[in-house]
């Protein structure tokens, strides 16, 4: 047969080579020279073909089998290497081969001819006479899958569930039987089914990707686990108790706000020391170890002149330097504030609710926003705009706390997707100070936000924001890094990049010890492959702010990538020691981050990520569980809730592929490359 197709392959150049020099030398199209060529070249084809014919069905006659063409299937890619019908030991087992294949025709040309019903008895039959002979075997699990095709067909009542019994019956027979599996796969869809349906679609992937990728269905299952997810998350949240983040975070957030700066010592000695304080008798000291108020147990009034029930009038007026310090130290607004300057935030919101009930009036309002600050943070934006109500209610309240007031009721519409009226918050902001460079930075983080970006206008408003305060302005220069990093990423555009970069470089100049500009250098660092000098930066930057968890985990990347490795490319791949080196040193880092700051999610994240790769999942779900702890919103929960099922159904869907025939290395191997979990 080679030899045949090889021959008939070179006549055929031939021909057409002495045809196509014919007709350049204009002698046009000379069948007569065709027919004397091609005549003795048929005529060898045929007697070659015809004593090869011959002595194949001689042979085989002698063996005592026939061969039935129609039942050769021609798509050799629905499943891996087909054995060949099987070849009966005695007379009774090829009568029942003989028998079976004039069943299955029959039964294929009712399916044929939509005569469902009837197909399926036979079928049925044909299971049922085929199930003790063990050489018909293989062409069981092919009976069985065209069975599941005629319930699809038919429809009906619980028809799906046959679908799927039938194919987990030729699959059991035959674990490498893809068509089945991709059948299996449609009908676990149909059925809401997504893991098992995930885990089907991910075997038929890893033996034979073209097959896999040619069916719609398969793109289907990233958004049918995700949607899953999704409800998971939303049922969790409803009882999720949202806690502080990271230190790094809370700062950056705090910042953002200008009106922290006005809480010196000295501007709070100035308002105690002009006010007539009504106190209570006696102050208790704060308990550390005391829980966090009730979310609702906080009541609020309108009245910031109301007195404490058990309080005496004490007028301050008239003391001195060291008793006004006394007594401002005893104020529960006092202590709020210097926790925050201690960067120890959990206590931060029963401070300032006890300054809001039993304070000193002239803090109420300050006491307010800074509890609607943490509020926000918590993600309690009902409740933060409920504190911030209460100032903008006050007509005494002064301009620049007003601002401050508007701008937190802004983030606080935007967390509940208020943001037709979040805008005009912004713009009433504006109207009492065209000039506050801090409006346009808010708003322009506003626009940027991931859930609905506006690029265009946050570009606006930051540049807005440095051309108001082009001196002392770290966040708005930080957020235009930020922001123009973002793009530069999207566009792969190298030119803006370097843009990023210099602005950056210049910032740094500005405020040599902002490790959070150092920080954000070291991440475009990272981004462009310049992995040693991002290491001696995130060094740097770790000697400025040794408790940061985020510059930990950012080197942690960077050595991992100093030795070839990383998350998002299966780095994983233990044929190299140098990676397997990486990935323990990673770990090591990860955890050393976690030490650091235990409130970092990133660093939960990875490791969570590190160990599925490296398939310990217990640990990588230990991880993961401690990072949704940490989610502040329904979408950062569905997103890790959907991770959480993958690495859960892992195990699962290595032991389908190892069930096949594949070896472990070359299942590890596989799964690095093509990323599909």
């Not at 036979?122 to 085929?130: A, M, S, V």
């Not at 102050?283 to 007195?307: I, K, Q, R």
């Amino acid at each position: 047969t080679f030899f045949k197709k090889k021959l008939t392959a070179y006549l055929a150049v031939r021909i057409f080579a002495h045809v196509m020099s014919s007709r350049e030398a204009g002698q046009g199209f000379n069948w007569r020279q065709l027919l004397i060529i091609g005549a003795p070249i048929a005529l060898s084809i045929a007697a070659v073909a015809t004593i090869y014919i011959y002595y194949s069905r001689k042979k085989r006659k002698e063996k005592g089998l026939e061969i039935n063409t129609d039942d050769v299937r021609k798509d050799k890619k629905t499943s891996g290497p087909r054995p060949l019908t099987p070849s009966p030991e005695n007379e009774e087992e090829a009568a029942a081969l003989k028998l079976m294949l004039e069943k299955k025709a029959e039964a294929n040309d009712c399916f044929t001819r939509k005569e469902y019903e009837r197909a399926v008895e036979l079928y049925t039959q044909l299971i049922k006479e085929c199930s003790s002979v063990p050489s018909l075997r293989t062409e069981l699990s092919k009976i069985y899958h065209n069975r599941a095709v005629t319930f699809e067909k038919i429809k009906g009542d619980g028809y799906l569930e046959r679908v799927i019994a039938d194919c987990n019956e030729a699959i059991k027979i035959d674990p490498k039987y893809l068509k089945a599996r991709a059948r299996r796969a449609k009908a676990y869809e149909e059925v809401g089914d997504v893991m098992n349906c995930l885990k089907d679609w991910t075997v038929v992937n890893l033996l034979q990707p073209e097959f896999a990728n040619s069916d719609a269905s398969f793109h289907r299952v990233d958004q049918l686990i995700s949607d899953r997810g999704m409800q998971l998350a939303i049922e969790k949240m409803k009882t999720h108790v949202v806690l502080l983040p990271s230190k790094t975070h809370v700062e950056e957030f705090i910042t953002m706000f200008s009106d922290f700066g006005f809480y010196t010592d000295a501007n709070l000695l100035d308002l105690y020391r002009t006010s007539t304080c009504k106190r209570p008798v006696s102050v208790t000291p704060l308990n550390p170890n005391s829980p966090e108020p009730a979310e609702n147990g906080v009541t609020l009034t309108d009245n910031s002149d109301s007195d404490p029930v058990e309080a005496s009038t004490t007028d301050v007026s008239d003391r001195s330097e060291e008793e006004l310090r006394n007594c401002l130290e005893a104020e529960p607004f006092w202590q709020a504030i210097t926790q925050i300057r201690n960067r120890q935030y959990s206590s931060v919101v029963e401070l300032t609710s006890q300054a809001v009930d039993t304070g000193c009036g002239v803090f109420k309002s300050h006491a307010l926003l800074v509890r609607s600050t943490f509020y926000l943070i918590l993600n309690k934006h009902v409740q933060a705009a409920e504190d911030v109500s209460v100032i903008l209610r006050d007509e005494n309240t002064p301009p620049q706390m007003r601002i401050g007031a508007l701008l937190r009721r802004a983030c606080a519409k935007e967390a509940g997707e208020e943001f037709k009226s979040a805008i005009e918050d912004f713009e009433m902001a504006l109207s009492i100070d065209p000039t506050n460079h801090i409006i346009f930075l808010v708003r322009a983080k506003f626009y940027s936000s991931e859930e609905r970006p506006n690029f265009d206008l946050a570009l606006t408003d930051i540049n807005k924001c440095l051309q108001l305060c082009p001196d002392g302005n770290l966040a708005g220069r930080n957020y235009y890094a930020m922001l123009k990093y973002r793009l530069a990423s999207t566009s792969q555009s190298q030119v803006e990049m370097e843009k990023v970069k210099r602005h950056l470089r210049e910032t740094m100049k500005q405020f040599p010890d902002s490790s959070e500009t150092i920080g954000l250098y070291c991440q475009v660092l990272l981004d462009v492959k310049e992995i040693r000098e991002a290491i001696k930066y995130l060094d740097k930057a770790i000697q400025l702010d040794p408790d940061n968890g985020m510059l930990l985990v950012y080197r942690a990347q960077a050595k991992l990538s100093s030795k070839g490795g990383s998350l998002d490319q299966g780095f994983l791949s233990m044929s190299n020691p140098h990676l397997e080196d990486a990935t323990t040193l990673l770990i090591e880092e990860l955890e050393y981050a976690l030490k650091i700051d235990e409130q970092c999610r990133m660093a939960m994240e990875m490791l969570a990520t590190a160990y599925s790769q490296k398939g310990e999942s217990e640990r990588a779900i230990r991880y993961l569980e401690m990072a949704m702890k940490h989610v502040r919103s329904v979408t950062e929960l569905a997103q890790l809730q959907t991770f959480h099922l993958i690495i859960t159904y892992q195990p699962e869907i290595n032991k389908e592929i190892l069930a096949c025939g594949m070896d472990p290395e070359t299942l590890r191997n596989s799964l690095n490359k093509q990323q599909l979990l």
